[in-house]
């Protein structure tokens, strides 16, 4: 095992070894093995970094004994750390397993960010692959879910991924290696430890290279992910088009795309949708159909499907932007200009005049907010803005994009680019008028 690890190393992860290395352990087999298998096979600088979770009593203390006294035996530098789990997973409102995860990998990366550890390495190996594998394709999930535990995740490394749990037992074993045992890796009410203690000792007894048989069954479908992962790529670099901040995909090319169901899941699950049924229907709904993920938006427009983080489109409508009277240019998400004129001469849609004295400021730059209420000019009376965007044929990324400017009050004085409020209008009895001009459309 020793010269097979050390070829692992050196094939697949050869940048480990020119840092301190620092290892997860349990005190259990697989970390046992890799901490041997690092610090006196292979010569790197390694630490141990142990979690006590204190769920199981004095074996959980125990565990942590065991840890630091193999430091002690292998002169190893050892970190230790108390979590109080059970409280985290309360207040978090999330399962202990959950809460176990990140407490240790919170700790883990704090660790290394302290001490200079460029990699954590972990003992994951075969058997675990197996039963992840298992587990997702319980669960069901897409090629993603089948690929196995990657090897290098960021910081984290998992170099023992090839072997199984019988041949590190049985190495274990010829060094005389000391381990602890986990007692609640028998309890087979964890869904993990059920497919560990009842489904694969099944299959392998049907198989016996069942092991080496689906470390090529992992390696034949990470590179078919692979392959599927450049195409899928490419179609989303060519179909994907950003406009105004968003992310514009036209309709007809997605439904020109066969097998559509399998095309939507590759392109958007990474933003976090899941409801494929209703991103499905999209394709055929009215505009302003929409559907959420818990990162991003996804909605109908006309001929094309806008993405949109919800964040973006947070920050966006609570964002307004302060003018100052004697502002004579503003440069933001829109660029205006301020100018006292003697007379009304060019008009168009991006200038207004405006009678000055009408005004309180500071002028405010702000999108549209439900209840927003103008006087359009031209036009006798008020009007909700949303009924304005309906008669105007806005669609929902249309109103989302619309600025406003209005004064101090905050009443409209411009619907930017549309329609001015007749409230500030030029009239006989105007002293100062006020030529505003949108200059966006000119320095794009």
Not at 67 to 80: A, G, R
Not at 291 to 312: C, G, M, N, P
Not at 389 to 407: G, N, T
């Amino acid at each position: 095992m020793e010269d097979t690890f050390k070829e692992h190393i050196a094939r697949n992860f050869p940048f480990l070894g020119r840092d301190p290395v620092l290892v997860a352990s349990s005190g259990g087999l697989d970390s046992v093995v890799l901490t041997y298998l690092c610090k006196v096979v292979c010569g790197f600088e390694t630490a141990i970094a142990h979690c006590n979770f204190q769920l199981r009593g004095e074996e959980s203390e125990r565990d942590a004994r065991f840890v630091e006294s193999l430091s002690e035996k292998w002169n190893l530098p050892v970190f230790t750390k108390r979590f109080d789990t059970k409280t985290y997973a309360q207040t978090n409102s999330v399962s202990t397993q959950v809460a176990a995860r990140e407490l240790r990998y919170t700790w883990f990366y704090e660790l290394i960010e302290t001490h200079g550890y460029r990699y954590l390495l972990t003992g994951h190996h075969a058997d675990d692959n197996l039963e992840t594998f298992l587990i997702n394709l319980s669960r069901g999930t897409g090629l993603d879910g089948l690929t196995g535990i990657p090897s290098v995740n960021g910081n984290v490394v998992r170099p023992m991924l090839p072997f199984s749990r019988e041949a590190i037992e049985t190495y274990a074993r010829e060094k005389k290696l000391e381990w602890v045992e986990d007692s609640s890796n028998r309890d087979t009410k964890y869904l993990r430890n059920k497919i560990r203690h009842e489904v694969i000792p099944g299959l392998k007894g049907l198989n016996t290279t069942l092991i080496q048989n689906f470390n090529k069954t992992l390696e034949y479908l990470s590179g078919s992910a692979s392959i599927l992962e450049d195409h899928v790529n490419a179609m989303r670099s060519a179909l994907f088009r950003k406009e105004d901040g968003l992310v514009k995909i036209p309709v007809a090319s997605l439904k020109n795309l066969d097998p559509t169901g399998a095309y939507l899941y590759a392109f958007f699950h990474r933003y976090g949708f899941t409801e494929w049924q209703d991103v499905e229907h999209l394709l055929h709904g009215q505009t302003g159909k929409k559907v959420l993920s818990a990162t991003h938006r996804l909605f109908r427009d006309r001929d094309y499907l806008i993405l949109q983080k919800l964040e973006d489109l947070e920050n966006d409508q609570a964002t307004a932007y302060v003018i100052r009277k004697k502002n004579t240019r503003f440069l933001g998400p829109v660029t205006l200009s301020f100018e006292q004129v003697d007379a009304i001469t060019h008009t168009g849609k991006d200038v207004i005049y405006i009678d000055e004295g009408k005004l309180s400021y500071p002028l405010k730059l702000r999108k549209w907010q439900p209840g927003d209420r103008f006087e359009p000019f031209g036009l006798k009376g008020s009007k909700k803005l949303s009924k304005f965007f309906k008669d105007e044929k806005y669609s929902m990324a249309d109103k989302e994009r619309q600025w406003l400017l209005c004064d101090a009050q905050d009443r409209i004085v411009w619907v930017i680019g549309k329609r001015a409020d007749n409230r500030f209008r030029v009239d006989e009895y105007t002293e100062e008028i006020l030529r505003i001009r949108n200059h966006t459309r000119y320095e794009n």
